[in-house]
């Protein structure tokens, strides 16, 4: 059975002092409220990944980065790589954001690279992929999604590609307030899983959870996740408030 993921993404938000509040509202509003086979990951800047996963615990939550380097080691300022998080037993790391790739120009083959690092370090990758507005409107939003996921996760081997967890996150419903229709969100990750099948079998591919990602909210989660592909969410703006975050982990 694929895992049910609810991770959230607070990208370059809060305060130390916020992120302490924001961690231990979760905690007592998420008792009892996390379903068996859920997992709950709070992907939060970079220098609060310790405090965080410290004051978690042993809850049901953990924590995640929101991107780690290509590299190994060496003179890279200001980068973080994937072996550094796996010595903080981080377990989860997003790769490829739409944000990276767009203000960072991150593209598919050095993608590719980070997907690597982070499996060869032992951590599960959360890797995005989605389509901007022009693209949905010219009609080749499921070309660009699969030559995203070839470019970036069909170097893999069967084993190694069942280890990630990908992220559908058309980019005109971050941070927009328009969600992709339950409809929507179920035909693209059924391509992206078809995909998957016809180079790496079915077996593969069901075994792999796929996240829909943008404007999910409390309203709109449960009819999302209820969809036969989607796995459970990414979630951004609505990760940032205790009560909605429940209400949408609630949903799965
Ligand atoms: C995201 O940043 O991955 C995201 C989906 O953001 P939002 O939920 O705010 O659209």
């Known amino acids: 059975m694929r895992k049910k993921i609810v991770a959230g993404n607070w990208k370059m ?5 916020d992120a302490v509040v924001l961690t231990s509202e979760l905690m007592t509003l ?11 990951v709070l ?7 310790l405090k965080i996963k410290e004051q978690l615990g042993n809850s049901t939550i953990v924590v995640g980065a929101q991107n780690c380097s290509e590299h190994e080691s060496g003179a890279y300022t200001g980068e973080t790589s994937a072996a550094m998080l796996k010595s903080m037993a981080i377990p989860y790391v ?3 954001h739409s944000e990276r790739r767009q203000y960072f120009g991150e593209g598919g083959a050095l993608l590719a690279k980070k997907v690597d690092r982070a499996l060869a370090a032992g951590l599960t990758p959360i890797f995005c992929n989605g389509e901007q507005l022009e693209i949905r409107e010219k009609g080749s939003h499921e070309a660009l999604v699969k030559q995203q996921t070839e470019e970036s996760l069909f170097h893999l081997s069967p084993a190694d590609i069942r280890k990630v967890v990908i992220a559908y996150e058309p980019v005109w419903a971050i941070g927009t307030g328009k969600t992709a229709t339950s409809q929507q969100a179920q035909d693209m990750h059924a391509v992206i899983r078809g995909h998957i099948a016809a180079k ?6 069901e075994s792999i959870s796929i996240l ?16 036969k592909d989607v796995d459970g969410g990414l979630v951004g703006g609505a990760s940032l408030k205790a009560r909605d975050f429940v209400d949408i982990i609630k949903g799965v």
């Open 200 to 205: 790496y079998g079915n077996d593969v591919a």
């Open 94 to 96: 997003i790769i490829g």
């Open 30 to 40: 998420t008792q009892n409220e996390v379903k068996n086979n859920a997992v709950v």
């Open 13 to 17: 938000n809060k305060t130390l002092a």
């Open 212 to 227: 829909y990602g943008g404007s999910v909210k409390p309203d709109n989660a449960k009819e999302l996740f209820a969809c």
């Open 43 to 49: 992907c939060t800047p970079f220098p609060y990944l």
